[in-house]
């Protein structure tokens, strides 16, 4: 069974530019998670979608929004980039309330 | 809301035993999870305590205490490898079963 992959691994933005970072949770998992992590504030909950919707949310602005499809797969997009989030965005994915999370490697977006 | 306490930093010395802390404040609890973070990789889960005691995995074991607010990860044998940052993360219960994350405990492991 594969695992959750993210795309892309790396990117670089400038100031005020947009970004949209994709998440393929495993197959038959219908819960997709996004987190922000950086070295000063560790792992923090952005949102979650299930079956399409977003089920929680996590205190970050409303540039930050995501979306899910049919097919389980995840988008989330920041807006208006900000050189604070320059992080490493991790999407995690779960069957449903189970209790395993599965995390992908991530996409390190870096703002400059 | 969630205060989640673990040491930032700890070394320890490849065959030893290492125990990595971890307290909590919350106002409801659902489970408390242990996950470890290679340098640059995904976290992976360890293990998980909703009820009072020890829970062993091989090597790991990890410990809960609900009236405390504690919980340790207990690694045996240490090896080069358990070089990584290690993730407490607590769910609240009501509400949102989403774990709120420590900041994390990185451990270096040295021959």
């Known amino acids: 069974k594969a695992g959750v992959t993210q795309t892309p691994r790396y990117l670089i933005k400038t100031r005020g530019q947009q970004v949209t970072l994709s998440c393929s949770p495993i197959s038959g998992h219908r819960s997709v998670s996004w987190y922000q992590q950086t070295p000063g504030q560790g792992l923090q909950f952005l949102f979650e979608y299930f079956s399409e919707t977003q089920r929680n949310k996590g205190n970050f602005p409303g540039r930050f929004s995501g979306r899910q499809f049919s097919n389980s797969r995840s988008e989330m997009n920041v807006s208006t980039l900000e050189l604070g989030d320059s992080a490493l965005y991790l999407c995690?994915?779960?069957?449903?309330?189970?209790?395993?999370?599965?995390f992908g490697q991530g996409t390190r977006l870096t703002v400059v | 809301g969630q205060n989640i306490d673990q040491p930032t930093e700890m070394t320890a010395t490849e065959g030893a035993i290492v125990q990595i802390n971890c307290t909590y404040q919350t106002s409801g609890f659902n489970g408390l999870f242990w996950y470890q973070q290679h340098a640059g990789e995904a976290p992976t889960f360890l293990s998980y305590?909703?009820?009072?005691g020890l829970e062993e995995k091989g090597r790991f074991s990890s410990f809960l205490s609900r009236s405390k607010g504690y919980s340790y990860l207990l690694l045996k044998e240490l090896q080069m490898k358990d070089s990584a940052s290690y993730l407490c993360a607590v769910r609240e219960a009501g509400g949102s079963y989403i774990p709120t994350f420590g900041r994390g405990t990185s451990l270096i492991v040295h021959p």
């Open positions: 995690a994915s779960n069957e449903g309330q189970g209790d395993e999370a599965f």
């Open positions: 305590n909703v009820l009072d």
